[in-house]
């Protein structure tokens, strides 16, 4: 679940969403606790990755609980005299920067995603393992390469939905290749992407991107370009298993 943080305080507060509402107005819906205090608003993904900062929302424009409208130019809002609309009923129209904004956060959450789904590694015997790469199993096999470094012959470990078993050096040294090619390979793609996005002269051109599609050259970076020489061989490689 996304959060935010005031202020760069450490503490985090978990939302469900966050929108702007006109060109002064922000509204936040809280997951559970909200803050007694606003004004610099930091913007976190749910692997905790900070995707925006939201400077000078630090007034209180309307509070309904667990839904909080805050505004950066000291308005607050006033009844209407009739029925109507609480929010400025305007319909808001992003700016380039906000979707820009927006799309980094969208290709940053996708980019997590997909590390985290992780990588099937060949073993010796010829078997494919599956290892899921969470923050968490990046760290473990970071202490793996420590194991493997001073000489270890055997290193426990577990495949996911596996009961915990020794792997071989060699086996190791094979997942951790792969899962560092994994996720060396998506922060480089991410990045691109990013680049790309900064690039966009309109919002349509922002709207169009996705996570997965084919960065333009002028954007790839030469580490991007060498991986996707890689994946090209991989690929070329497995049609001609397949003939065989």
Known sequence: MESITINGQENHYEIESITPRSGHILQV?????TPREFGDIQVYTAG???????????TVYRDEGQTVYLSD?????TPPEEPGEAIPPELYVPTLAERQ?????????????????????????????????TEHDQLNL??????????????EYHADGQPCRY?????MQAIIQAAMWHVSYHTTYCNA????????QDTEMVREIFYGADVPEEYRSEVLNAYLLDIAAMAEDGKDETVS
């Open 29 to 33: 819906v809280f997951a559970d606790d």
């Open 101 to 133: 904004a927006a799309k980094k956060a969208e290709i940053s959450a996708d980019c997590e995603r997909a590390i985290y789904k992780g990588v099937n590694v060949t073993l010796a015997n010829g078997s494919t393992e599956h290892f899921s790469l």
């Open 142 to 155: 970071f202490g793996k390469q420590a194991q493997l470094v001073a000489g270890a012959e055997l290193l």
């Open 48 to 58: 905790g990755i900070q995707c925006a900062n939201l400077p000078g929302y630090s």
């Open 193 to 200: 992407l990013n680049m790309w996005i900064t690039g966009c």
């Open 167 to 171: 792997y071989s050096a060699a086996d």
């Open 73 to 77: 130019d000291g308005s607050v809002y």
